[in-house]
């Protein structure tokens, strides 16, 4: 927290040369999250936001950006003070000074000045974006400048500044990765394999859940990664049929699968990672031929991965291919088409096959070209997962006995090239026999 940007600075303004060319004329506010959502004086840790963090580097949080292409100061960041007892308490601040040198902006100035100063940063925009309801106090402040905005133009007829939200805007850069974006990026997703690997040989049975996140922890603190991209979810047995699984309390028990998604974030980049494989490393019969059936499903949908296809593709291929297996496996009956279209493969299969990946783990970036939905294609640069699934409640009487409680997902990153893709975490075991040699090999 609280680092200089050193050698990325020249990533920072890269990024915002590139947004420069799209907001001429307009006005880009930024805010970091609202502190009081933290608990407590101890709290969580404090990570900025991603947006601000995308333009500036700066990590601290009460802190805001503002960004005004074509006008002078163009840059300018608003910081906390320097405060020596709060920093005895809370660590090293920037303060103006400090900020304006080291991060390069045109201006800085203490965040109470904020309210005064931002009425003259937007005069003369045509427009303004921002996000609100992420910081309430923020969201108060840009409301009272609006409407004086409006009552400084006197009887002119113009209304409001129009607001336009900064997450879409940004969304639609982030959504494409620089070069400088993808060092970053494949370190998340480098070190990210290395820890699920190590974890494949620590696994044992007998093990609590929480023992394995703690590990899985220790293994990409240790490769220099700041922290989870996400809430691991470390889920044996048939709690891997509970999607967004975090409570990780529960014993490992000998023959239980083990659903491991989990990631580390290196500078601002996440990964997102699923394997799933038996605590005790051999597949019952019942647990490899759903296991089979995932992975083949996956392999299929990332070798159709090129540019020029829409995404909404890869979740209809997926939902048609992982319904022949439900098929195949007996769990639903009829034909796939009709069972697509009256959503019966839900059941087995309640989420999408992927969403784009980057600074935050469900990333920002337009799925679609408009409103109106019109599905966009995939292009190079873009990340996504291709991350199939399938789960059987333990108490699914419709299903036979033996694949009751198996929930298995499987889970790559790939980053879109010109001749189709690469795929970041390929390194990362989920062959069966693979599996077999590497858990509780350590
Ligand atoms: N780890 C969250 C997800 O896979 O979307
Ligand atoms: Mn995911
Ligand atoms: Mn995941």
Redesign the pocket.
Known sequence: MNRRPLENLRLFKERRERVAEKLQGSVLVLTSPEESLRNGSVGHPFRQDSNLYYLTGFEEPESVFVFRPGTKPETILFVRRRNPERETWDGFRFGPELAQREFQVDAAFPIEEFSQRIAELLKGADRIYYRPYRNRKMDQLMETVLLEQKSSLGRTGLGLLPLYDSDEFLGDFRVIKSDLDLLNHRRACDLSVEAHVQTMKYVRPGMSEREIHGYFIYQIMKRGAAREG?NS?IASGPNACTLHYIFNDRELRNGDLLLV?AAGEFNYFTS?I?RTYPVNGQFTDAQAEVYEGVLRVQKAVIESVKPGLPFAKLHELGAALLTDVMLELGLLTGRRDDLVAANKHRKYYPHGVG?FLGMD??DQGLYVRNRKGEPREIQPGMVF?V?PGLYIPADDAEAAEHYRGIGVRI?DNILVTNAGYEVLTRECPKEIQDLGKIVGAQ
């Open positions: 996400y979810i998604d997102d699923t969403h783990v469900h997962t991350e889970e």
